[in-house]
């Protein structure tokens, strides 16, 4: 709410262009209008479900993701938001159960908000006034990974990450679908969808706003 605010008050330019006006102008909107489509990542980390975007991960769609999360400019939630919906759109699902991927402890205690959480519950809105069943379950808690991994999953394991999820029980009506605002590897997601399987819920796709293209060598 405080943010929402300093938002309104300070002297806005456009994150990505610097136009003076709001903090993303209408040209720079337009570049956010893609259409969703399958972005799997090349591998495809063992266990991740279909993976759907509507943008590459630089220009615009990054200037913005970067804004939202490392700044806290609460104005591009929305926009934000609608991108996200138009992803989950895009796996032609139309009652759906939206599983936020939590932030990492240490930016979260930065920002005090969860911003992937922010972007479902705006994109779920979004879903329902389009006549779609949707909504939010923030089932997903992010654990230290320990030095015993035998109950981490591949993803966890094989990868940098240094923590794991576990979900809480939880039955869902609807398509569940795993969200974050960008996926690279796919590594952080693949271990979302895990901890869901480990509770017995099957996600049956991923959707982000943005994908990373990976370039050789990243993998
Ligand atoms: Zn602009």
């Given at each position: 709410m405080l943010l929402e605010l300093i938002d309104l008050l300070v002297p806005q330019e456009c994150v990505h262009c610097a136009r003076p006006g709001r903090?993303?102008?209408?040209?720079c909107t337009q570049e956010l209008n893609g259409r969703g489509h399958r972005v799997d990542p090349n591998p495809v980390p063992?266990?991740?479900?279909?993976a759907f975007s509507i943008s590459?991960?630089?220009?615009v769609a990054r200037s913005v993701v970067l804004a939202h999360k490392e700044r806290g400019v609460r104005?591009?939630?929305?926009?934000?938001g609608w991108a996200l919906a138009r992803a989950v759109a895009a796996t032609g699902y139309g009652s759906v159960m939206l599983v936020p991927i939590p932030s990492s402890r240490q930016s979260r205690a930065i920002r005090g908000e969860d911003t992937v959480g922010l972007l479902a519950h705006c994109a779920a809105r979004d879903l329902t006034a389009a006549?779609?069943?949707?909504?939010?379950q923030p089932v997903l808690r992010q654990v230290r990974a320990r030095l015993d991994q035998?109950?981490?999953?591949?993803a966890a394991r094989t990868t940098n990450l240094a923590y794991a999820f576990v979900a809480r029980p939880w039955r869902p009506s609807g398509a569940v679908i795993l969200v974050d605002d960008v996926i690279t590897t796919g590594a952080t997601l693949a271990e979302g969808a895990r901890?869901?399987?480990a509770i017995g819920v099957r996600p049956v796709a991923v959707a982000t706003v943005?994908?990373?293209a990976l370039k050789k060598g990243e993998h």
């Open positions: 903090s993303l102008c209408s040209a063992p266990g991740l479900p279909p590459e991960y630089s220009g104005s591009l939630t929305r926009p934000l006549g779609m069943r949707a909504d939010v035998s109950g981490l999953g591949q901890a869901l399987r943005a994908a990373t």
